[in-house]
């Protein structure tokens, strides 16, 4: 497996990019979001990525972070979803927001992805909320939104709240949401049962 590339990055376009390494071009097809995360053209850059073999076809795809290379391979191992898919998902959310909504339970977090609709969106929470949770995913990306372990109510609620708009919401949904919790909960748990009623409410 080509675990990444390092070079020059010799041409971007919103789907695809680039690298020549020792000579040889590579192209990778890439999330929408990593060829804008990338330098312009001539410029040096490391491009993490996965091969994908078939019978009549050999593909790489090109992450900027590791951590969205981790979460590509996470959600192309969930039956159904394609490298396609899995491109789509990551372009509209980032391996946070993936998580989150998967320990959430959020599944229709996953329809703002084309191509992904109901059945899949609901398979990828189903068959990802174990693998997440036994690795921690959700709780480690829970702690690093909230920035600290424990915290008083007020800036308990302070800090959900900043963290749900990191994520994508409005300030006014945040808000509205996290007024129906216990402000005396972990940050973390204030979190969760916010993204939890989101959810629901959609």
Request: include cysteine.
């Amino acid at each position: 497996m080509i675990y990444c590339l390092s070079g020059k990055v010799v041409k971007k376009t919103l789907d695809s990019v680039v690298i020549s390494c020792a000579g040889v071009g590579y192209r990778a097809q890439c999330p929408a979001s990593v060829a804008a995360a990338l330098p312009g053209a001539g410029a040096e850059a490391t491009l993490y990525t996965v091969m994908n073999v078939t019978d009549s076809d050999v593909s790489l795809y090109g992450f900027a972070t590791e951590e969205q290379q981790t979460c590509f391979e996470l959600l192309t191992g969930v039956s159904g979803v394609g490298p396609k898919a899995g491109l789509a998902i990551l372009s509209v959310m980032e391996p946070q927001r993936v998580y989150l909504a998967v320990s959430a339970g959020d599944h229709k977090a996953f329809k703002a992805a084309s191509g992904v609709g109901p059945k899949l969106a609901q398979r990828i929470v189903l068959e990802l909320k174990d693998k997440v949770a036994k690795g921690a995913a959700g709780d480690a990306v829970l702690e690093d939104l909230a920035g600290v372990q424990t915290a008083s109510a007020g800036a308990a609620s302070g800090q959900a709240i900043a963290a749900l708009v990191s994520l994508g919401y409005s300030q006014s949904e945040a808000a509205v949401a996290i007024s129906k919790i216990d402000p005396a909960l972990p940050v973390e748990e204030i979190i969760r049962q916010a993204l939890r009623g989101m959810a629901g409410g959609r």
